[in-house]
Nanobody, 114 residues
Framework: QVQLVESGGGLVQPGGSLRLSCAAS????????MAWYRQAPGKQREWVAT???????NYARSVKGRFTISRDNAKNTVYLQMNSLKPDDTAVYYC????????WGQGTQVTVSS
């Protein structure tokens, strides 16, 4: 059974930075593309970024140039470096394997506010 545990969220001011972590059990991380998603209050969950086994990355237009997704397979961890944060980035952030969605974790809350 795959477990996904997100961490690293918090309260930051606009323009600030934050690094999120996603710890994944089993072999899902090393053998699958991994992605970050987010869900803001009153909105549907949206895709944020994907990193493939090759290291290739894709980003939603709203975060391109500001966020960086990376992975460390040896640590079974995926990261999301978030820079130049905006209030619209406020959401609960989740990770998952887009090709084979697993049970969602608790997510980690990111709040961007003055």
């Amino acid at each position: 059974q795959v477990q996904l545990v997100e961490s690293g969220g918090g309260l930051v001011q606009p323009g600030g930075s934050l690094r999120l972590s996603c710890a994944a059990s089993g072999s899902i991380l090393s053998n699958s593309a991994m992605a970050w998603y987010r869900q803001a209050p009153g909105k549907q969950r949206e895709w944020v970024a994907t990193i493939y086994n090759s290291g290739t990355t894709n980003y939603a237009r709203s975060v391109k140039g500001r966020f960086t997704i990376s992975r460390d397979n040896a640590k079974n961890t995926v990261y999301l470096q978030m820079n130049s944060l905006k209030p619209d980035d406020t959401a609960v952030y989740y990770c998952n394997a887009p090709a084979r969605i697993q049970d969602w974790g608790q997510g980690t809350q990111v709040t961007v506010s003055s």
